[in-house]
């Protein structure tokens, strides 16, 4: 998986396609991804002797082809290649040419 935690990604597919946000985690497993503000569910929690009841809106996982690593600099999609600088494998924008991070 190319994606990784606290990225910024923009949705290219689904219900929210075009929006912009933060990788909160990441599932390598099923390859998948909870980004910020994305996939909102809506879930009921049940009173309890310490807490009241109420409704959360929390972030759902949603798979990793469907996001697309987000350029800050350039405010564009961009695809991810590897390269080797100083023996050590990083991240490099296909768009620039530029290392991530």
Do not use: C, W
């Not at 929390?58 to 695809?79: C, H």
Request: a positive charge.
């Amino acid at each position: 998986m190319q994606i990784r935690k606290d990225d910024t990604v923009v949705v290219i597919a689904g219900k929210d396609k075009g929006t912009v946000g933060t990788v909160l985690r990441t599932i390598p497993k099923k390859n998948q991804v909870v980004v910020e503000g994305v996939n909102v569910q809506t879930k009921h929690a049940k009173a309890t002797r310490t807490t009241p009841s109420e409704i959360k809106h929390i972030e759902g996982p949603i798979d990793a082809s469907n996001v697309m690593f987000y350029d800050k600099k350039t405010k564009q999609a961009t695809r991810i290649g590897h390269d080797f600088v100083d023996g050590k494998k990083v991240r490099v924008s296909k768009k620039t040419g530029k290392t991530i991070e």
